[in-house]
């Protein structure tokens, strides 16, 4: 019987093929990101997270009192004390505890971009170019995409509000640079850590009486509210 001369070529041309395909795989595996269900900060809060498009977010604002080194994040509880500062610091809206498990905390712009890090280890504070990336991908009616819905948090009517993305984006309103709170259940408004000038910084902005989102200009000094993106 005559053997095949080729068959003694195949096989171990076969055999590469396997391996090839076998360290491709094991690379790819070992380079995809995996996105956590829950993410943990520094002081133990956890927050749940979801993917919109080419993004992950956490789905809840954030309540840390310390930066990721562990450095403790001033709470400023005091109308004269706050409206002076050019360094991080956090408050609670009206002072009122109560509130923070539900809305989060208020940080000024300082605390946002302070290099010791709002954000649990992998995440970030949101550019503002990440926030249009987000809205872009949400389209026209992004703001009622990202509202809670219901008026258990936000006012009536919370126009067009759907939640469809599962941002759950939450109305925690904001203390001025002068100390004063306002706008709980009206607004939500989040930092970025995008300047817009010496004195302003970008901040998304959504409205219980509509269903866009818009981006705004605030005074470095006002508190808002803090959404993290995966690094």
């Not at 990202?146 to 984006?169: D, H, I, R, V, Y």
Request: charged share 10%.
């Amino acid at each position: 019987m005559k053997k095949n001369k080729n068959a003694f070529w195949l096989f171990p041309l076969m055999i590469a093929g396997v391996l090839l395909l076998f360290s491709y795989g094991c690379k790819k595996d070992k380079n995809s990101t995996t996105v956590p269900a829950t993410v943990t900060d520094y002081d133990g809060n956890v927050y749940n997270t979801i993917t919109i498009g080419t993004q992950s977010w956490l789905v809840e604002n954030l309540k840390v009192t310390h930066y990721r080194n562990g450095d403790a994040i001033p709470n400023v509880s005091t109308a004269s004390s706050w409206g002076a500062l050019t360094t991080g610091a956090y408050c609670c809206y009206n002072n009122m505890t109560a509130d923070i498990a539900k809305y989060g905390l208020l940080y000024n712009w300082y605390a946002a971009v302070d290099g010791r890090n709002l954000a649990p280890t992998g995440w970030h504070v949101a550019t503002n170019a990440e926030y249009s990336t987000l809205i872009s991908y949400l389209g026209s009616s992004a703001g009622g995409a990202l509202k809670e819905t219901g008026t258990l948090s936000w006012s009536t009517p919370n126009t067009g509000a759907t939640n469809s993305s599962g941002f759950t984006g939450l109305p925690g309103g904001y203390c001025s640079n002068t100390g004063s709170f306002s706008d709980i259940g009206i607004s939500g408004d989040f930092w970025t850590t995008t300047a817009a000038s010496t004195a302003n910084a970008n901040a998304l902005y959504l409205y219980y009486g509509n269903a866009t989102a818009s981006q705004s200009n605030y005074i470095k000094g006002i508190g808002l509210s803090v959404r993290c993106v995966m690094d």
